[in-house]
């Protein structure tokens, strides 16, 4: 198998370590707008939608639906033996959208049917941790 | 249509060679593109006062080149962003703040000699949420939504491969181009598959090479030693610098968008264009932009592509030099749109297309990030 933590580690920034510091306890968490009532991803200090500065963080529910994806024939350090991957876009429960990994189930056009529903697992990056998603029910 | 010109692109050229030029650093790349450019304006680089410039900074090429400018453009908004510098220099001498902008560019996108690296820092917006996933350069996450176009459009994978079919008619009339054996949809299906469901033959070139643009003022246009091309109408619009955050990942806003105010400004519909040139990094740029620029409906640019419409003889001739897939594709690609335009606006293409009197330029910067399009046209488009 490959080595999760091989892979390219994000470098938090102080705008995104809320974000990491939950990915190491097992929580996707992202803002929402108190004004608009909106929630947005990436993370940043005021809503994209109104401009509000006026942001919290919240825990996610965790699911997803499968939006889009590519699969990678060439291999990413650390994906040496996945060949082809899943590069995806899922769409939070919530509303916003990221980009992620399919882990579970094999990546490939048959199983990957576009809006599948999903939930949220971790896996390393070098010391950090990165959401990726498995289908709903599917245990690691 | 009664389009009034904005400004006049009297000067235009590519480098001598193109291709893998690996002899030649990145800047010498915009240097010999600027030199053949202000030659073919008739001028020197001591008539230049505005430089505007991506990939390398507007200040280093022109003290690459002696010149001292007036007006400094350093947009940088990725492959667009020469169309971009066009629609400021015309206002910038509009407004007086120069006579005589030049435009470069030159990338050694094949070779890397003297080119910046790549690879994102990992505490940046790609670093910390797209890189960690495996994503390999553009061809990993550009085309992101193309399984999603095809779920919501219809759209085919055989359709998708007539975008390079297609482009390969016109790079078979053109000595310049990188590839120029005409090639089938099955070529494209056996060609390797570099990230599904993008083979390699829907994936642009990588090469060295530039181009530079001289514009000037409407007034003198004329008196050059080449018939001038007007810029009739001019947008530029971005989206997101994350494809990952598209707000729709079947259709491009700011391709839209930059089209919309582009097209308003030159008072033209679509039927008025004889020659389109959208840039394409990848196959399913052009059928995004067919769509997004309203020369089809929702779900007909494939079909619009496989029958030929967009091939030599067709209603609606496209990317005539062959392409980002066939011609050349240095990484930032938009001056190459620009410089196919002027030459079928002036007849001088080696796939040249009759009676072109008016052009549209569709570029695209970063994966979906920003665009910018150009209406030009000959003298017979002056209202």
Redo the contacts between chains.
Sequence with gaps: MSSSAA???????PD?APYFEATKRGELCIQRCQRCERAY??PRSSCPACGSTDVVWFTTSGRARL??????????P??ED?V??A???VELAEGP?????IVGIPNT?EHLV?DMELEVDFEP?GE?M?PVFRPLGVTS | MSPKALGAIIGAAETERLGTVPELSALELHADAARRAVADAGLTMADIDGVASAGHTPSAVAHYLGITPSYLDGTMVGGCSYLVHVRHAVAAIAAGLAKHVLITHGESGRSRVGAPPRWP???S?M??????????GPP??F??????FM?ETGLTHEQLASVAVAQRRWSSMVPRAKFRDLITVEDVFAS???????HLLECCVVTDGGGALVVSAVEGAADRPKPPVYVLGTGEAMETP?V??MED?TRSKAFRLSSQLAFHQAQITTSDVDHLMIYDAFAHLPIYGLEDLGFVGRGEAGAFIEEGNTSPGGSLPMNTNGGGLSYTHTGMYGMFLVQESVRQLRGEAAAQVEGVELSVAQGVGGMFMAAGCLVLGTSATLG
Excluded: W
């Design positions: 892979k390219p580690a994000p470098r938090p920034t995104t991803f990436y939006h889009t994806y590519m699969l990678s024939y060439r291999a990413a650390g994906f996945q082809p991957y590069i995806a876009i959208r990221l980009m992620t990994n056009p576009l990056r950090e990165v | 820092d990992p505490s917006q670093g910390q949420f797209e890189v960690p996933y495996g994503v390999l990993t996450m085309p992101m939504g193309v399984l999603r779920a390797p598959m570099i990230a599904y469901p993008m994350l990952s955050q990942f």
